[in-house]
Nanobody
Framework: QVQLVESGGGLVQPGGSLRLSCATS????????IGWFRQAPGKEREGVSC???????YYPDSMKGRITISKDKAKNMVYLQMKSLKPEDTAVYYC???????????????????WGQGTQVIVSS
């Protein structure tokens, strides 16, 4: 049974940093791409990064330079390191998974089959 559990969210001041974690179980990261998404109040869920099964990463232009996605296969964990946080980064952050034979990953909602419950990030002074 595929499960994803996010953690690490919280309240952070503008300009601060935060590392989100996604604990995975029921599958091997060698066979799955993992994406991070976020949904701000009143907005649609959007992709912020992804990491492929062979560790290729993708960042939308809007996120480049401020976030880093990584994985620890031994621990079945995927991380999203965020820095220089802004109030507009406030959102519920989700990790998602999809089994794939490909070497790339994407950040569209429809590309992923499994989702975690989300972790809240609030950027405010």
């Amino acid at each position: 049974q595929v499960q994803l559990v996010e953690s690490g969210g919280g309240l952070v001041q503008p300009g601060g940093s935060l590392r989100l974690s996604c604990a995975t179980s029921g599958f091997t990261l060698d066979d799955y791409a993992i994406g991070w998404f976020r949904q701000a109040p009143g907005k649609e869920r959007e992709g912020v990064s992804c990491i492929s099964r062979i560790d290729d990463t993708y960042y939308p232009d809007s996120m480049k330079g401020r976030i880093t996605i990584s994985k620890d296969k031994a621990k079945n964990m995927v991380y999203l390191q965020m820095k220089s946080l802004k109030p507009e980064d406030t959102a519920v952050y989700y990790c998602a998974a999809v089994m794939t034979l490909g070497h790339l990953c994407g950040t569209e909602n429809y590309e992923y089959d499994y989702w975690g419950q989300g972790t809240q990030v609030i950027v405010s002074s």
